[in-house]
C-alpha cells in the first residue's frame, strides 16, 4: 500500500530497467507504480523520448534492422559462384528501410504499452522532475511516492570542436532522410564499428577515424586485430591515430573532416560515434541533493542507492555497464531489493558483449591481455579460425 503517497514507487523512464523495475514491483511484489515517459521520437531530446528506450528506439532494434538489410549485398555477391544471376544490379531502397524500421519501432512501443497495462503499472506521459525526495512533476502536474527510480538513460555525447553542427550523432544516423554516398565515422567502438558496416553494405563509401591504433579497446588484441582486417578487406577505409579538430562545409554541401594528421574533404555525411552521456540534466536532482559524478553520471550504492534515501538509479544513467540486459538485472535487482525484502546487488561479472560488426563478434570474461595483467601467468591459449565453406571452395 502507497500509504500516505499516491504511489509506492515512481520511475522516470521507461526504458529497458525502469519497465523491468516497475513491473516486477507491481506484479511480484504488489506496489503501486507509476512510470513517466516523454512523447515518441526517434531521436532524442531534452523533451522527446518514447517507450522503450534507447535499446528499442534509438540503438539494439534498429541497429540490427539495419545490419540485416546490409548484409543482403554481401550474399548476393556470393551468389554468383552458386550459379546465381541477375540481368541487373539489386538496387536498394533507403526509404522503405526507413519506414518499415519505424512501423516496426511503433509495433514495439504498442507492445511496451500493454506490458505496463497488464502489470497494473500506470503510464504517464510528460518529462519527469524531480520536486522533493518523494514528490515527481510531470509537465507540472505533482505526483508524490514513497520511493522514486530514475532511469533515463543516455545519449550520444558530442566534442565542443568547430563545425560540430555538422555532424550527425547515431540517433540521426539510424533516420536520415536519404543514403549517405560517402561518410567519415568518428569513434573506434562498437557504435562506430557497427554503423561503418551497416553504411559498406549499402555502397556507402566509408572512412572510419579513430584517435587510438586500433579499434574496440577493451577486447582481445587478436579480435581486434581480425575485426580490423576484414573490414578493410571489405572496402572500408581506416584512418588510426587521428583526433578530429574542425569540421567545414564547402559551397557544394560536401564536408571535410580535418584532423591532427590531414584534412579529407567529400563527405555527404560526417558521424560522431565518441561517447555517451547520461541524461540528467533538468532533473532536479542537484537541488534534492543527489550525486553525481564529474561525468553527470549519477553515484549509486551497490543496491543502486543514491544518495538520498527514497532515490534509486538502474540503467545507463548510473555509467556501470551500459548495456541492455545489465539494466534488466539491474531493475529487477532493485525490485527485489526495496519490495520483495531480499537485498539483491547486481551480478557484473563475466558480462558478454556483442558487436554487430560484420563480422561479428562477442566476449565474455576475462581477456588475455587481463589474464596476465592479473597475474595468471599459467594460461592455456587456444586460437582457430573457422571459414564458411563457400569461402573455402573460393567464391
Known amino acids: 500500500s502507497a500509504g500516505e503517497y499516491d504511489y509506492d514507487l515512481f520511475t522516470i523512464g521507461a526504458g529497458s530497467g525502469g519497465v523491468r523495475a516497475s513491473r516486477f514491483a507491481s506484479t511480484l511484489y504488489g506496489a503501486r ?64 528501410l ?10 514495439l512501443v504498442g507492445i511496451y504499452k500493454n506490458i505496463l497495462k497488464n502489470a497494473n503499472v500506470d503510464l504517464i506521459e510528460g518529462r519527469g522532475k524531480v520536486v522533493d525526495p518523494h514528490t515527481v512533476s510531470v ?48 569513434g573506434g567502438g562498437y557504435i562506430a564499428l557497427e554503423f561503418a558496416g551497416i553504411f559498406n553494405g549499402l555502397k556507402s563509401d566509408v572512412h572510419v577515424f579513430i584517435r587510438q591504433p586500433k579499434v574496440l579497446r577493451g577486447f582481445d588484441e587478436e579480435v581486434r586485430d ?25 559551397n557544394d554541401g560536401l564536408l571535410s573532416l580535418k584532423t591532427n594528421k590531414e584534412t579529407i574533404g567529400g563527405f555527404s555525411h560526417v558521424m560522431f560515434a565518441t561517447g555517451r552521456k547520461p541524461n540528467t540534466k533538468n532533473l532536479g536532482l542537484e537541488e534534492v541533493g543527489v550525486k553525481m559524478d564529474k561525468k553527470g553520471a549519477i553515484v549509486v550504492d551497490e543496491y543502486s542507492r543514491t544518495s538520498v534515501d527514497s532515490i534509486w538509479a538502474v540503467g545507463d544513467v548510473t555509467d556501470r555497464i551500459n548495456l541492455t ?23 557484473y561479472r563475466a558480462v558478454p558483449a556483442a558487436v554487430f560488426s560484420q563480422p561479428p563478434i562477442g566476449q565474455v570474461g576475462l581477456t ?8 595468471m601467468h599459467q ?3 587456444h586460437t582457430k579460425e573457422v571459414f564458411h565453406m563457400h569461402i573455402c571452395a573460393g567464391y
Not at 588475455?368 to 597475474?375: D, F, M, N, P, R
Request: net charge negative; with cysteine.
Open 33 to 96: 507504480a507509476a512510470i513517466c515517459e516523454m512523447p515518441f521520437s526517434t531521436i532524442s531530446a531534452d523533451d522527446l523520448g518514447g517507450l522503450g528506450g534507447t535499446c528499442v528506439l534509438r540503438g539494439c532494434v534498429p541497429k540490427k534492422l539495419l545490419v540485416y538489410a546490409s548484409k543482403f549485398s554481401h550474399e548476393f555477391e556470393e551468389s554468383h559462384g552458386f550459379g546465381w544471376a541477375y540481368d541487373t544490379d539489386p538496387k536498394h531502397d533507403w526509404s522503405t
Open 325 to 347: 540486459p545489465v539494466a534488466l538485472m539491474e531493475g529487477g535487482a532493485f525490485a527485489k531489493t526495496l519490495f520483495g525484502d531480499e537485498p539483491t546487488k547486481p551480478e
Open 368 to 375: 588475455e591481455e587481463q589474464v596476465i595483467i592479473y597475474g
Open 226 to 250: 581480425f575485426v580490423a582486417e576484414q573490414m578493410s578487406l571489405r572496402g572500408i577505409t581506416f584512418h588510426t591515430e587521428h583526433s578530429p579538430q574542425a569540421i567545414t562545409k564547402s
Open 139 to 186: 509537465d507540472g502536474k505533482l505526483y508524490t511516492a514513497k520511493n522514486i527510480l530514475i532511469a533515463v538513460g543516455g545519449r550520444p555525447s558530442m566534442p565542443d570542436i568547430p563545425g560540430i553542427e555538422h555532424v550527425i550523432d547515431s540517433d540521426a544516423a539510424l533516420d536520415l532522410p536519404s543514403k549517405p554516398e560517402k561518410i567519415a565515422i568518428v
Open 379 to 381: 594460461i592455456l591459449l
Open 98 to 107: 526507413i519506414a518499415n524500421k519505424n512501423t516496426e519501432l511503433q509495433r
